[in-house]
């Protein structure tokens, strides 16, 4: 589990193709203190199991269901990437409940900038609109937002001058896909008020 309040960026060292999956190689320095093998490390929002550590690098497979399904099968060499750890039992939750688990992937709209803010437009995958509320959390590129306006297509977010300096978002440009995670208390409170639905209403929620 995470918290969404990204740690680091890291870079992109190497990416080694396995056929079925790549073995992602990544550059940095805090996310490895304390790390070892088969710890998880959010980047970019996608959780990974971490399967060496050499020096200033760690190493991750990515398997095919996780290229297809997010945007971690566009990253090349030289690209940054947002790193967070696992959060334990004694670390602050200064995001939101974030499992690394990528709902869908978005296209970055639109961008306003502003004195102190910046405003982005993003796409929603279809099915993911149900899950946001203005003023409600979710999670872009391993991010803990705080949707401005959420729409049937699209939602905003406000970055703050913290979040553009320390986190892949400040580089993001209109036409730039990123992941995202919706909130996971949204989808359980769903399943649970599906299970008190009548059959009828359920088949009409569900289309």
């Known amino acids: 589990m995470f918290t969404g309040i990204v740690e680091e960026l890291g870079t992109v060292a190497a990416i080694d193709d396995l056929t079925d999956a790549i073995r992602l190689t990544i550059s940095a320095s805090e996310v490895l203190e304390g790390t070892g093998l088969g710890d998880s490390i959010a980047v970019n929002g996608c959780c990974l199991t971490v399967v060496s550590v050499d020096g200033g690098a760690w190493t ?80 872009v590129d391993g991010v803990s937002l705080t949707v401005v306006e959420a729409g049937p297509t699209s939602f905003t977010i406000s970055l703050i001058p913290e979040t553009l300096a320390r986190t892949t978002l400040g580089q993001r440009r209109p036409g730039d896909r990123v992941n995202l995670e919706v909130d996971i208390l949204a989808k359980h409170v769903e399943k649970l008020l599906a299970a008190q639905l009548p059959s009828g209403q359920q088949k009409e929620q569900d289309a």
């Open 60 to 139: 991750a497979d990515v398997m095919k269901e996780s290229l297809d399904k997010t945007s971690m099968g566009a990253v090349r060499p030289g690209d940054p990437v947002n790193l967070e750890r696992a959060v334990t039992a004694e670390k602050r939750l200064g995001g939101h409940i974030v499992q690394g688990h990528v709902d869908g992937v978005g296209e970055v709209l639109r961008r306003e900038p502003s004195e102190h803010w910046e405003v982005v437009e993003i796409s929603l995958p279809p099915g993911l609109a149900r899950y946001l509320v203005d003023k409600g959390s979710i999670t």
